[in-house]
């Protein structure tokens, strides 16, 4: 009897062991059968078509425009002056009164302009940053929703399928943003 109850534990713990094991490699099967998986998306491509980058671009148009126009103006100018100086429409002390006219124009010029590049490569940076936050949270959502793992940027990858592409659809999401008032 003392060995019937043993045998019968024996037999008990090896098959809880063994249904324990099995249901350990199920678990790691399933595991092992979920791919990860994989989209890429096209960001400069995506930043080009976005409502709200064109918006931006239109915005800054406006805002630079006049100091634009201005530094058109000190340009034509200076090349007009140029002009009369080299045909010796001056003469004496008038012709080294327009030389000196010429060089505050050329230096007023460079230094408008320069504070213009500047001004504007700050904007178009901070307002590049608002719109890359936007957009990364319109691909966040969607890998999220899709069940995406790894999200590439496409201009570094030689060859892709387009079923793996998300551009379009990150761009349909922010689009939507925008007309849904951000």
Known sequence: ???KVLLASVLAAAIGTA???SNVAIAADKAAARQPTVAVLNLPFI??????AKAVQEALVKEFGPREQE????????????????SGKYKGDELVTKRRELEQMQSS?????RALQEDQQNRMQ???????VTVQRAIDAIAQ???IDLVLRGEAIAYTIDALDIS???IKRVSAQDKGGK
């Open 1 to 3: 009897m003392i060995k």
């Open 19 to 21: 249904l324990t094991t």
């Open 47 to 52: 930043m080009t078509e976005i409502p709200q």
């Open 71 to 86: 530094l058109q103006k000190l340009q034509q100018d200076g090349v007009k002056l140029g002009q009369e100086l080299s």
């Open 109 to 113: 010029f460079q230094l408008k302009a």
């Open 126 to 132: 901070d307002e590049n940053r608002k719109l890359a």
């Open 145 to 147: 929703e899709r069940g």
């Open 168 to 170: 379009q659809e990150v």
